[in-house]
């Protein structure tokens, strides 16, 4: 099994909305990674979660709270999210050949 | 700071016709060098992983090579199908976690 699951695959949310992404993989990969992607640009990182454990978080707003609640498991938690926050929002993890896996992604849209 | 810059931008080709798209990276230190398949709206897909000693590598039609000496790459598509329409991505490693991703390259093949 060489897939990474995300859920939903689409989500529109106000933004007085919380609301929640979910990533899963078992590979046994003990990195996983958020990525922020708009349209015709390359994904950005957001979190690093290494061992479970969050290693890089790059600059993010805190209205983004990421998760690991164990190592087949990530979470992506949304709070008060603002339009430019609109982008397909990729999971990804990476196993002993440093070859990252993506998932679907998420494509949320704040209204 | 690490760049990777791709070219052309995007392309056009005619089903059956072969094509070789660019990557020049400046990340250092070096430890891998990735081409990612990505469709609209869809998370990325590998296409090929090479470390520092490999110097080609090839996936199906895809066939990527790797100059570590002049930090340049190129990704090879044979014989294109309307399905190679995507945006591809060259993605350079300094280590396990941070990804240095290209602009990607826009191909859409008709028939």
């Known amino acids: 099994d060489t897939e990474v699951t995300q859920t939903p695959k689409h989500l529109v949310m106000g933004m007085t909305n919380k609301k929640s992404l979910k990533c899963e993989q078992h590979m046994g990969h003990r990195a996983m990674y958020w990525y922020k992607q708009k349209a015709k640009k390359p994904p950005e990182l957001m979190f690093v979660?290494?061992?479970?454990?969050?290693?890089i978080n790059e600059s993010v707003p805190s209205r983004f709270s990421p998760e690991c609640p164990n190592s087949s498991l990530l979470n992506l938690h949304l709070h008060a999210l603002q339009p430019e926050d609109s982008a397909l929002y990729l999971c990804a993890s990476t196993g002993q050949s440093y070859e990252q896996y993506f998932g679907p992604g998420t494509r949320l849209t704040v209204t | 700071k690490n760049q990777v810059e791709q070219s052309p931008q995007s392309l056009i080709i005619l089903e059956g016709k072969n094509c070789t798209l660019q990557?020049?990276?400046?990340?250092?230190?070096?430890?891998?060098l990735r081409w990612y398949k990505q469709d609209t709206g869809r998370g990325p897909v590998s296409l090929t992983i090479m470390t520092f000693s490999e110097n080609t590598k090839s996936n199906g039609r895809y066939t990527a090579t790797l100059d570590a000496d002049t930090k340049q790459s190129s990704l090879h598509i044979t014989a294109s199908q309307l399905s190679d329409s995507a945006s591809y991505i060259c993605v350079v490693s300094a280590n396990d976690y941070k990804l240095s991703f290209g602009a990607g390259t826009t191909v859409t093949v008709r028939a």
């Open positions: 990557c020049n990276y400046t990340v250092s230190p070096f430890s891998n």
């Open positions: 979660y290494s061992y479970e454990k969050l290693s």
